[in-house]
């Protein structure tokens, strides 16, 4: 036929293992010894030897400088001819570890970092809370300066209130040339101001004088109707011009 009924013969796979050969000759040598244990022994093993330290503080960063441990640990790394590896992962490096944590694991730098996040957070917490009761918004004023006085004009000419009109005009004009003449405007005179504010216009001081008088009488009470206010207005106006006192838009509706 074309086949066979018998099955192939197993194919046998042989494992090649590395045989390390070491001279059956040589034993362990201590070199530090005491009655309780063995600090330091070494033996050899293939083309090389191992060393045994069984106390890791004699290399450790607190046992170093003690006694001759560092010049210890130079003979020891530099008994062999190769290469000199550490082996980190033993030292707390492995590949799961967070190496910025690793690093700084067993320091006070932990703690003192968890604290002052702490502090952080809990200044946080305290600037976010609310003390007091909240408060409204404090909603701002719709009307326009000069919708201000436009409504104030109209109150003073339907009431008549000639007096409170001229009052407003007459103290906002003492003030600002008293300011301008450089006289105080509490302890002035009215000769003294008249005298001052002629001597920067063309009107002589009896008449300021006689001007300032009127409109002051009218504040007190002495009766006066529209005309005579916007005449003694028109006046007081003329002053201003001739002594440089000029009113821009931004005085003229802060009043």
Same mark, same amino acid.
């Given at each position: &036929?074309?086949?066979?009924?018998?099955?192939?013969?197993? !194919?046998?796979? =042989? #494992?090649?293992?590395? +045989?390390?050969? @070491?001279?059956?000759?040589?034993?362990?040598?201590?070199?530090?010894?005491?009655?309780?244990?063995? $600090?330091?022994?070494?033996?050899?093993?293939?083309?090389?030897?191992?060393?045994?330290?069984?106390?890791?503080? !004699?290399?450790?960063?607190? &046992?170093?400088?003690?006694?001759?441990?560092?010049? $210890?640990? +130079?003979?020891?790394?530099?008994?062999?001819?190769?290469?000199?590896?550490?082996?980190?992962?033993?030292?707390?490096?492995?590949?799961?570890?967070? /190496?910025?944590? &690793?690093?700084?694991?067993?320091?006070?730098?932990?703690? +003192?970092?968890?604290?002052?996040?702490?502090?952080?957070?809990?200044?946080?917490?305290?600037?976010?809370?609310?003390?007091?009761?909240? *408060?409204?918004?404090?909603?701002?004023?719709?009307?326009? #300066?000069?919708?201000?006085?436009?409504?104030?004009?109209?109150?003073?000419?339907?009431?008549?209130?000639?007096?409170?009109?001229?009052?407003?005009?007459?103290?906002?004009?003492?003030?600002?040339?008293?300011? *301008?003449?450089?006289?105080?405007?509490?302890?002035?005179?009215? #000769?003294?101001?008249?005298?001052?504010?002629?001597?920067?216009? #063309?009107?002589?001081?009896?008449?300021?004088?006689?001007?300032?008088?009127?409109?002051?009488?009218?504040?007190?009470?002495?009766?006066?109707?529209?005309?005579?206010?916007?005449?003694?207005?028109? /006046?007081? /106006?003329?002053? =201003?011009?001739?002594? &440089?006192?000029?009113?821009?838009?931004?005085?003229?509706? @802060?009043?």
């Amino acid at each position: &036929g074309f086949g066979s009924s018998k099955n192939p013969p197993p !194919i046998s796979v =042989e #494992k090649a293992e590395e +045989i390390v050969e @070491t001279p059956t000759l040589y034993a362990p040598v201590a070199h530090l010894a005491n009655d309780k244990k063995t $600090l330091l022994v070494d033996f050899p093993f293939g083309a090389g030897q191992i060393v045994f330290l069984t106390d890791p503080y !004699i290399v450790s960063n607190g &046992g170093i400088n003690l006694v001759d441990n560092a010049q $210890l640990a +130079i003979n020891i790394v530099a008994s062999g001819d190769g290469i000199i590896a550490f082996d980190e992962f033993h030292q707390g490096y492995g590949a799961g570890e967070n /190496r910025l944590l &690793g690093y700084f694991a067993g320091t006070p730098l932990v703690a +003192i970092f968890l604290q002052f996040a702490a502090l952080v957070g809990f200044i946080l917490f305290t600037q976010s809370r609310r003390f007091a009761r909240p *408060l409204p918004e404090r909603e701002p004023n719709r009307l326009s #300066k000069l919708e201000y006085v436009s409504a104030m004009a109209e109150l003073q000419q339907r009431t008549r209130a000639y007096d409170l009109a001229i009052e407003n005009i007459y103290t906002d004009f003492r003030r600002r040339v008293a300011r *301008l003449v450089g006289a105080d405007n509490f302890t002035a005179s009215h #000769k003294d101001l008249a005298r001052l504010v002629a001597d920067r216009s #063309k009107l002589t001081a009896n008449e300021i004088e006689n001007l300032m008088f009127k409109c002051e009488d009218i504040i007190r009470g002495e009766p006066t109707n529209k005309r005579e206010v916007l005449e003694l207005t028109s /006046r007081l /106006r003329e002053i =201003e011009n001739q002594i &440089g006192l000029k009113r821009n838009r931004k005085q003229a509706f @802060t009043k």
